[in-house]
């Protein structure tokens, strides 16, 4: 396995999030993590990048323990995050953004480069001069994506893939996310569109009160519309 998530529990201060929560990622796999607001998932994933210690549980990534490691470390081992909200720089220009997340990694065979991610998202190309508050919320994401992957990552977790977004972006944002799934890279996706996430993962974590309740792959998904208007209902 890639990434093995094992008993995890979390917490802010004294108020528990996560209760002992399991998840695996295998090399090249992309996986979902879906569930109702506020149920623990982005804690979830900050628990695995390091912006949060676990209480409890163990994160291993390539089979080395990494629970507690600081993050810029595990950005360097290969984890690229697109968090919730994107946080792009917005008194730096695109090209800044973007420049200042290239990796030192040069073990990558095919490394991320300005060029191949301009490549990648050609409206980023047109706004290579301008601030990132002069962006619309879908090339803030476009930006956001293209910085994690200056970083070379391994494993792409994406916490709220198109959350907000108009939907001919985040179409095109789904079929760009399908394309770094061919290329064999590792993703962990968050959204609230089953039906794209069904498309695009092959195995679901739904996440109920800081646990994994159901998992399975996107036949299965579609197939338990009891489990989804239980859970998954807005
Ligand atoms: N920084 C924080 N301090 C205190 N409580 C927090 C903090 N961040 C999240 N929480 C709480 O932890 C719980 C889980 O939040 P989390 O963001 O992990 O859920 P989520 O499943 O990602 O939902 P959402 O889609 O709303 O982001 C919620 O009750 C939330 O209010």
Same mark, same amino acid.
């Given at each position: 396995?890639?990434?093995?998530?094992?008993?995890?529990?979390?917490?802010?201060?004294?108020?528990?999030?996560?209760? !002992?929560?399991?998840?695996?990622? *295998?090399?090249?796999?992309?996986?979902?993590? =879906? /569930? &109702?607001?506020? #149920?623990?998932?982005?804690?979830?994933?900050?628990?695995?990048?390091?912006?949060?210690?676990?209480?409890?549980?163990?994160?291993?990534?390539?089979?080395?323990?990494?629970?507690?490691?600081?993050?810029?470390?595990?950005?360097?081992?290969?984890?690229?995050?697109?968090?919730?909200?994107?946080?792009?720089?917005?008194?730096?220009?695109?090209?800044?953004?973007?420049?200042?997340?290239?990796?030192?990694?040069?073990?990558?065979?095919?490394?991320?480069?300005?060029?191949?991610?301009?490549?990648?998202?050609?409206?980023?190309?047109?706004?290579?001069?301008? !601030?990132?508050?002069?962006?619309? *919320?879908?090339?803030?994401?476009?930006?956001? =994506? /293209? &910085?994690?992957? #200056?970083?070379?990552?391994?494993?792409?977790?994406?916490?709220?893939?198109?959350?907000?977004?108009?939907?001919?972006?985040?179409?095109?944002?789904?079929?760009?996310?399908?394309?770094?799934?061919?290329?064999?890279?590792?993703?962990?996706?968050?959204?609230?569109?089953?039906?794209?996430?069904?498309?695009?993962?092959?195995?679901?974590?739904?996440?109920?009160?800081?646990?994994?309740?159901?998992?399975?792959?996107?036949?299965?998904?579609?197939?338990?519309?009891?489990?989804?208007?239980?859970?998954?209902?807005?």
């Amino acid at each position: 396995m890639l990434l093995e998530v094992r008993g995890l529990a979390a917490a802010y201060g004294a108020s528990q999030v996560l209760f !002992g929560l399991s998840i695996d990622v *295998g090399a090249g796999e992309v996986i979902s993590l =879906i /569930g &109702r607001n506020g #149920m623990g998932k982005s804690t979830t994933v900050k628990s695995i990048v390091g912006m949060l210690k676990p209480k409890a549980g163990t994160v291993r990534f390539n089979g080395e323990r990494i629970d507690g490691q600081p993050s810029h470390r595990l950005a360097r081992m290969g984890l690229g995050l697109v968090p919730e909200g994107r946080r792009i720089f917005p008194n730096l220009t695109v090209r800044e953004n973007l420049v200042m997340a290239a990796a030192d990694r040069r073990a990558a065979d095919d490394p991320w480069t300005l060029e191949r991610v301009i490549a990648f998202f050609p409206r980023l190309g047109e706004r290579l001069g301008n !601030g990132g508050h002069q962006l619309s *919320g879908g090339e803030q994401q476009m930006l956001a =994506i /293209g &910085r994690a992957l #200056m970083t070379n990552p391994v494993l792409l977790i994406l916490d709220e893939a198109t959350e907000g977004l108009a939907p001919v972006i985040r179409e095109l944002i789904w079929t760009r996310l399908a394309a770094l799934k061919a290329t064999g890279l590792a993703m962990i996706v968050i959204d609230k569109d089953i039906e794209a996430v069904a498309a695009l993962a092959d195995r679901h974590f739904v996440v109920e009160k800081g646990e994994i309740l159901w998992t399975g792959s996107s036949g299965e998904l579609m197939a338990d519309t009891a489990m989804r208007a239980l859970y998954l209902a807005v």
